[in-house]
């Protein structure tokens, strides 16, 4: 499901307080990684990642590459950092972003 302007919008507000959970080195995306995208993305539902990848076509390859694997959304992409969202149908009230920063 592609996210309106409106959404990415109101994403990118909440995002913009968050650190990144998850590092990305130019190993790019092994299993280790991808348990621990799945992990954050169920329990946060809207994350930042850094991916530190210094060409700018394999850093779009290799976001392409994990947004597949995870099943995530990309939100936005800024410099080396990546914001992404996954939903989650039964999200927990202290852990999720969505929840938790939805009156700022």
Known sequence: MALSSAQKKDLKRIAHHLKPVVLVSEQGASEGVIAELQRALNDHELIKIRINVSDRE?????????????????????????????????PNRNLSNLLRYKEL
Do not use: D, F, H, Y
């Not at 850093?59 to 995530?72: P, S």
């Open 58 to 90: 394999a850093k779009q390859a290799l976001i392409a590459e994990l947004c597949k694997q995870t099943g995530a959304e990309l939100v936005q992409v800024i410099g080396k950092m990546a914001v992404l969202l996954k939903r989650n149908p039964e």
